[in-house]
């Protein structure tokens, strides 16, 4: 089974500044899809961020970015001119490609709070 | 294009009672999935269908939950006999086979609470 792990229950930052929200993995897959969710208070789960593990380019969306180091099955996201509208859940999320119908594999997720 | 949306989107109820969900995929979408969301934690994969098939059940659902998917379109989650654990949110997500890295995107969610 694929194991999720973040392991910073929540973070801090301060608007305008950047933050890196880390997210490891374990797997025996090769190939498989990464995912960085982002969930406001009560509201839906939006997607930040994708990634295919077979391409070593990083994934970039705007301000977010992510550092994906894929022999070392890390997966880590960056907000870069952090907004208030950041503060959210966000969640690392794993997706094998094969049998399992491509559901998600999430991390417990990363409390961010955005200050003025 | 509309979003997924779900119905209702709170529900109370009492113990031992049975309760029914409604999830509407995006129109085009022919993967829909069930997840269930805990308090502090990341959401767990329930159950998936394709098209009108259910293709995957987690361990997750006992035997008290059941979800269809007739014609492929809208699904229903029912749990019968509800227990205390079952408060949870319960998230759909829909996606299109072949499409972009599969990604799904996901309903508001019922809340449920078992009293």
């Known amino acids: 089974a694929q194991t999720v792990t973040q392991s910073q229950p929540e973070m801090s930052v301060q608007e305008a500044e950047t933050v890196t929200l880390s997210c490891t993995y374990d797997?025996?897959?090769?190939?498989?899809?990464l995912f960085w969710y982002k969930q406001p208070p009560s509201r839906q789960m939006i997607l930040v961020i994708r990634?295919?593990?077979?391409?070593?380019q990083n994934a970039t969306e705007n301000r977010f970015s992510v550092n994906f180091q894929k022999a070392a099955k890390s997966f880590s996201l960056k907000i870069s001119d952090s907004q208030l509208g950041d503060t959210a859940m966000y969640f690392c999320?794993?997706?094998?490609?094969?049998?399992?119908?491509?559901?998600?594999?999430f991390g417990k997720g990363t409390s961010l709070l955005v200050t003025p | 294009d509309t979003g997924v949306s779900q119905d209702p989107r709170h529900k109370i109820t009492k113990r031992g009672q049975n309760v029914t969900f409604r999830c509407d995929p995006i129109?085009?979408?022919?993967?829909l999935y069930w997840y269930r969301q805990t308090l502090g934690q990341g959401p767990e994969f329930l159950t998936y269908?394709?098209?009108?098939?259910?293709?995957?059940k987690s361990r997750l659902l006992s035997d008290r939950f059941s979800a269809e998917r007739p014609k492929g379109s809208f699904s229903t989650l029912e749990i019968q006999r509800t227990e205390q654990g079952d408060s949870a949110m319960y998230l759909c997500?829909?996606?299109?086979?072949?499409?972009?890295?599969?990604?799904?995107?996901f309903g508001p969610g019922t809340r449920l609470l078992v009293l």
């Open positions: 997500a829909s996606s299109l086979a072949g499409s972009y890295q599969e990604t799904q995107y």
């Open positions: 999320a794993f997706m094998k490609l094969r049998d399992s119908g491509y559901a998600l594999n």
């Open positions: 269908f394709q098209n009108e098939a259910q293709l995957e």
């Open positions: 129109s085009e979408h022919n993967r």
């Open positions: 990634q295919e593990a077979y391409k070593q």
């Open positions: 797997t025996s897959e090769s190939n498989y899809y």
